[in-house]
């Protein structure tokens, strides 16, 4: 019989699609260990590990105590977010000849001042101590081939929602919505400048103004922006995953206004869920799950006129119609999955040492 691979996770604050790629990895015979980052305080998520899902504080651990720790795991392999964490590197520098080293990825390539630097110390300081890299999609392989990993080394596929989740809302509410579509776009993300929430409320504001229609904005989330007020926009505050279900059944389309967004799993949420899509054109995770005029529209980030029209489009369409760009939501969302994920990582640690 084999012998159970141990994965190390040395990784930045959790998400519930994380740990539902490592309850998956677990379900295929793995044991897995998280290092991580405390809590984002505007989304204090309640997780629930399980006992063959071993996690440890950054905080409890400095540079000895990490790579004691990584002597105690003894891992088949050792998944590292980023370089930014210096101590998470040099164990990944230790445990290069005896592990499979990963380096996990998740900016796009922008050709910025301090991305030209990662290219000129990667040849000596990033890519000797990886085995490979791990990406979300295409933008993000651009950057990683720019640091000179070769095709050969990089994989996609690093991020993907709670597949299953998601697609059981779905299928819960879905001939609900073939009788009546709900006239309601939600967001659901931190109230930050970077994340366009005055873009969406800007625009939505002024849609209400310019044409009589029925529909709502639902926001999730929190943050340092005051929530503005609007008798047709309804703010929530933080949802936990537990609270989903009544959002997305009475929800009807997604927007995402991001100025500033790598990848944004929470597209590909809402994607299986069943929904149209609107979002930004600097959400990474676009090119894998929107398709211009299938499910969705794509508009330019920070222009409120623009994030108008676009929910202008959705407001002109039938409920049939919009019904049929979510069912094409819901199909294009099952391109990743924490099965896929799970049959990436475990065949970069087969194909390596």
């Given at each position: 019989?084999?012998?159970?691979?141990?994965?190390?996770?040395?990784?930045?604050?959790l998400?519930?699609?994380?740990?539902?790629?490592?309850?998956?990895?677990?379900?295929?015979?793995a044991?897995?260990?998280?290092?991580?980052?405390?809590?984002n305080?505007?989304?204090?998520?309640?997780?629930?590990?399980?006992?063959?899902i071993r996690?440890?504080?950054?905080?409890?651990y400095?540079?000895?105590?990490?790579?004691?720790?990584?002597e105690?795991?003894?891992p088949?392999?050792?998944?590292?977010?980023?370089?930014?964490?210096?101590?998470?590197?040099?164990?990944?520098?230790?445990?290069?000849?005896?592990?499979?080293?990963?380096?996990?990825?998740?900016?796009?390539?922008?050709?910025?001042?301090?991305?030209?630097?990662?290219?000129?110390?990667?040849?000596?300081?990033?890519?000797?101590?990886?085995?490979?890299?791990w990406?979300?999609?295409?933008?993000?392989?651009?950057?990683?081939?720019?640091?000179?990993?070769p095709?050969?080394?990089?994989?996609?596929?690093?991020?993907?929602?709670?597949?299953?989740?998601?697609?059981?809302?779905?299928?819960?509410?879905?001939?609900?919505?073939?009788?009546?579509?709900?006239h309601?776009?939600?967001?659901?993300?931190?109230?930050?400048?970077?994340k366009?929430?005055?873009?969406?409320?800007?625009?939505?504001?002024?849609l209400?103004?310019?044409?009589?229609?029925?529909?709502?904005?639902?926001?999730?989330?929190?943050?340092?922006?005051?929530?503005?007020?609007?008798?047709?926009?309804?703010?929530?505050?933080f949802?936990?995953?537990?609270?989903?279900?009544?959002?997305?059944?009475?929800?009807?389309?997604?927007?995402?206004?991001?100025?500033?967004?790598?990848?944004?799993?929470?597209l590909?949420?809402?994607?299986?869920?069943?929904?149209?899509?609107?979002?930004?054109?600097?959400?990474?995770?676009?090119?894998?799950?929107?398709?211009?005029?299938?499910?969705?529209?794509?508009?330019?980030?920070?222009?409120?006129?623009?994030?108008?029209?676009?929910?202008?489009?959705?407001?002109a369409?039938?409920?049939?119609?919009?019904?049929?760009?979510?069912?094409?939501?819901?199909?294009i969302?099952?391109?990743?999955?924490?099965?896929?994920?799970?049959?990436t990582?475990?065949?970069?640690?087969?194909?390596?040492?």
């Amino acid at each position: 019989m084999a012998a159970q691979p141990r994965i190390l996770f040395l990784y930045t604050e959790l998400a519930g699609y994380f740990l539902a790629c490592c309850a998956e990895l677990v379900r295929q015979g793995a044991e897995v260990h998280i290092v991580r980052r405390p809590v984002n305080k505007e989304a204090p998520f309640e997780f629930e590990f399980g006992e063959s899902i071993r996690i440890y504080e950054r905080s409890d651990y400095d540079h000895a105590g990490l790579l004691a720790l990584a002597e105690k795991i003894s891992p088949g392999a050792i998944v590292c977010s980023g370089w930014i964490d210096k101590d998470y590197v040099k164990v990944c520098s230790a445990w290069k000849k005896r592990s499979t080293t990963i380096l996990a990825l998740d900016n796009k390539w922008l050709g910025t001042g301090k991305q030209q630097l990662a290219r000129i110390i990667s040849r000596f300081a990033i890519l000797p101590l990886f085995d490979f890299c791990w990406v979300p999609g295409r933008l993000q392989k651009e950057y990683a081939m720019k640091l000179g990993f070769p095709e050969t080394r990089i994989r996609s596929g690093f991020y993907s929602a709670d597949t299953a989740f998601f697609r059981e809302q779905y299928e819960a509410h879905r001939e609900q919505k073939r009788k009546k579509f709900p006239h309601r776009f939600v967001y659901a993300g931190r109230y930050y400048d970077f994340k366009g929430v005055e873009d969406l409320w800007t625009a939505f504001m002024q849609l209400k103004e310019d044409r009589s229609n029925d529909w709502e904005l639902w926001c999730l989330g929190t943050g340092d922006i005051e929530p503005v007020a609007h008798p047709a926009i309804r703010h929530f505050g933080f949802v936990q995953p537990a609270q989903m279900p009544e959002i997305l059944a009475g929800a009807g389309v997604f927007v995402m206004p991001s100025r500033v967004e790598p990848w944004g799993v929470v597209l590909q949420e809402f994607a299986a869920a069943g929904f149209p899509l609107l979002c930004s054109d600097k959400v990474g995770a676009l090119h894998a799950f929107v398709q211009e005029g299938e499910n969705g529209f794509v508009f330019p980030a920070g222009n409120s006129s623009a994030i108008e029209k676009a929910l202008s489009k959705i407001t002109a369409k039938s409920d049939e119609e919009l019904f049929a760009m979510g069912e094409r939501s819901a199909a294009i969302a099952l391109a990743v999955s924490p099965q896929k994920w799970t049959e990436t990582l475990l065949g970069m640690v087969k194909s390596t040492k």
